[in-house]
């Protein structure tokens, strides 16, 4: 079968970033207070329930767009979407591992970068390295 692996990681990349914006849509107070408290300290500390937002925002369109990409590779090859979703999931574990290292929690930002090696493995997959 083509495109397996790219197929696979698209999945895993869908049910993170999915359950995770949902977490933040539902729990949205829970989220915002527990950020506020991560955050103190950081230069983000009068800007979290914006950059919540965003990263809210970003974490749905990314995991949508690795679960429709990865249907699109299985179904026909097509690599658009999945290429979108790859170079999005890029930039939004970039946004979480930033956030990460400002608030100086440096085991969180270590667990984005296991959710990183395999979205760069992905890249190359999908634009030929």
Known sequence: ???LAEIFILL?????FLQSGVDKA???KGNLEFMQQHFSKSPFKNMVKTNLFI???LELISGTLALVGAVLLF???QDGVAKLAAVLSAITLGCLFTGQRLSK???GAQTIVVYLIPVF???WLLFGG
């Open 1 to 3: 079968m083509e495109h």
């Open 12 to 16: 895993m990349l869908a049910i993170a």
């Open 26 to 28: 539902v729990d949205w």
């Open 55 to 57: 990263v809210t925002v």
């Open 75 to 77: 179904v026909n090859g």
């Open 105 to 107: 929690d440096y085991p």
């Open 121 to 123: 493995f992905l890249l």
